[in-house]
Every structure is written in C-alpha cells, then in structure tokens.
C-alpha cells in the first residue's frame, strides 16, 4: 500500500507539472494558443512574412501561387480533420470542394443572369454569403456520404468516399441543363466589398490569406475543445473510445461535417478567384494531392497541412524551370510520387508528425523499442 501510494504521489506530481503533457511543435502550439511568448512570437513572425511576401515579389506569378498554397492549406487542413486527427480515410473529399464552387457558380449565373436577367455587380454581398452557404451545403453532403460509411472501415471506407467524389464529377459531367456540362460555367462575378473589387493578384492573395487564417484558427479551436478529444479517441481506439461512452457514429458524421465546411467555403472562393469552374477542376487525382499535402506534412497535426501544401505547390511551380521538366510535364507528378516513398522510407510521421507517431507506424526489435519509448518519455519532459 506504501508503494502505490508512493506511486500515485508521483503520478499526481507529475501529471501537476505537466510533465506527462504531449509536446506540440511550436507552430501547432501557437495555433492553439501555446502558452510561451516565443511560440506567439513566431506566430507573428510568420504572418508579417505572409504579408510581406507579394510586396516583395516582382512577378504576379508568384503572388498567383501563393494564392494557390493558401487554397491548399485550407483544403488539407479540412481534410485533416477528417483523416489525421478522427482517423477516416477520405478519398472524395474534392466532391465537397466542387460543390462549393458550382453552388455560388450556379446562384450567379444560371439563377441571377440567365433566369432573371439581373446585373449581378448589385449583389456582389451574395459572394459573402455564399461563402457560408456553400459550406453548409457540403457539409450536409458530408453528412450524406458519412452515414453510409459508419459501419466501414479501412480499404471498404476509402472505396466508398472514393465513389461519391467521382459520383459528383459525373453529375457535373453530364447535367448540361444545371451545370453546362463539360464547358463549365463562365462569368463568375470577381470578389467585392461594396465598391472595392478583387481584381488584382495581391488583393486577391490577402482574401484568401484572410480565409486560411480564420479556418486554421477555428479548426485548431474545435481540435482542441471537447469535440476535438474525442475524434482523437476514436483515431486511438474506435472500439475503446465507445465503451468510455463517446458516441463515435455522431462524432465521425461531425467530423466528415466539419471538414467538408472548409472543402466548400474554399470552393466558393476558387469559383470567384478564377471566374471559371469546370469538372476538370475536380477530379480525382485532385483529393489524391491534397491527402498528399496531409501526409506530408504530418497527419493529426494542425502545422502539418501547412508546410505540407508550401513546400509541395512550391517545389511543382520550382521543377516547371527545368527544361525536361517543360518537355515531359508528367515527371512533376513522378517528383510527388518520389518524394512521398521517401518520406514513408525515413520519416513516416511526416516532416511535423509527433514521436508518436513514428512509435505507431515503424515498429522494430524490442531493444528499439524501448530505445524510443525512452526518447519520447524525455521528449515529454
């Protein structure tokens, strides 16, 4: 009895210095408000470089990339959501995505210009509430594919999302009448905010800045509150996580929910930033990259998704200097694949995945095993 509660004196000691605490990386840390002013302090650092960036940068075609990266870092931390942190292979996820995007595309120009015949630079505020609208709607569809796939897992789940995202793109396809079909829908109206327009590259840029900063700070928000425990839990251990009574069925709809929000808000956002949306844009090798960018990375880690989509839509826009790179451009596509074998070959957490992580997915001789376990014990203290 001595010894148990000696033992329990240091555990309720330990557990009071928060020695037994996960260590996150700094910038997950001062996503989720990290209680140290360095980790603040290079959150700041971070956003003045996101805001220096298009005012140093000569060319517009740089500014229209890191366009393109905030895009992505929305998308993959959606997809985080579902995949890193409640543990949910999604294949479909840019199904959320297209529907986003042809929803504000269809309101604009099928409703308002075709059957009312209306000038749509007097609602440019629809855009704004489009942007809300269009997640919900994914969202609801997020619902939808969700219920089938409660009873699921593994290889069974993965077909299933797999199914519906193509799904989407087929009806995108082939109702002419709704959505033009293959040509796409034209015309989409650029942002506004009363009298001012995105039309240029930079304001354009600090709009969708302005999207991915408020997504990451909401979604690092949930993942941290009651909610975000419990998709952990169920990442861990489905079966364990509802015998502590953690309802896992309403749990993963939510999960599939809330990141098919974000999928939707940024498709909204992609029709009005290029003014053209087509099933071209949304295929399936589509919501192949963005699961890249998460795995990249590192999955269940807010950062993850971030550095996974800079460094990556970075390196493509970097190889299309090569000249072979210009002859042969599906050797961009080879680099990805490269680079991901790599990764799984010597860092299978991904470059922001914790130790744990690694525990998990490259088990080795029980003297390794230990030799790790002593190095994350360390790195928790």
Not at 112 to 123: A, S, W
Not at 136 to 151: C, D, E, F, S
Not at 338 to 356: A, E, K, N, T, Y
């Amino acid at each position: 009895m001595a010894d148990e509660r000696e033992i329990a004196g240091i555990d309720a000691s330990a557990a009071a210095e928060g020695r037994f605490a996960t260590k996150l990386n700094p910038i997950a840390s001062a996503l989720i408000g990290g209680p140290t002013r360095r980790q603040r302090l290079l959150l700041v650092v971070l956003l003045a470089v996101a805001i220096a960036l298009p005012f140093l940068v000569q060319e517009d075609r740089w500014v229209t990339l890191m366009t393109v990266v905030v895009t992505y870092v929305v998308l993959a931390s959606g997809l985080n959501i579902v995949v890193g942190f409640t543990g949910l292979l999604d294949l479909g996820y840019v199904a959320f995505y297209a529907i986003g995007a042809y929803y504000t595309a269809i309101i604009f120009q099928t409703v308002l210009v075709t059957k009312f015949g209306v000038n749509i630079d007097h609602y440019w505020w629809l855009m704004w509430v489009n942007l809300v609208v269009g997640g919900l709607l994914a969202a609801l569809a997020g619902v939808l594919i969700g219920y089938p796939t409660l009873r699921v897992r593994g290889d069974y789940l993965a077909i299933m999302t797999l199914g519906f995202g193509e799904i989407i793109r087929i009806v995108a396809s082939n109702w002419v009448g709704l959505t033009r079909g293959p040509s796409g829908i034209p015309g989409i109206p650029a942002p506004a905010l009363g009298g001012y327009h995105f039309t240029t590259s930079k304001s354009l840029y600090f709009l969708g800045l302005a999207l991915a900063l408020v997504s990451l700070w909401t979604i690092s928000r949930i993942v941290r509150s009651r909610i975000g425990r419990a998709w952990t839990a169920i990442r861990e251990d489905e079966v364990a996580a509802e015998a502590m009574g953690i309802h896992t069925s309403r749990y993963k709809l939510l999960s599939y929910a809330t990141g098919a929000f974000f999928a939707g808000m940024m498709g909204v956002f992609f029709g009005h930033y290029i003014n053209y949306i087509s099933p071209s844009s949304f295929q399936l090798m589509q919501s192949f990259l963005i699961l890249s960018l998460v795995v990249l990375g590192g999955m269940g880690n807010i950062a993850g998704p971030v550095l996974g989509a800079t460094i990556w839509i970075a390196l493509q826009e970097y190889l299309r200097n090569f000249t072979f790179v210009q002859i042969h451009p599906e050797t961009r596509g080879i680099a990805l694949g490269l680079v991901l074998v790599l990764l799984m070959v010597f860092r299978p957490q991904g470059l922001l995945g914790s130790l744990r992580v690694a525990l998990e997915m490259r088990p080795g001789s029980r003297g390794e095993a230990e030799h790790e376990r002593q190095e994350w014990s360390d790195a928790s203290h």
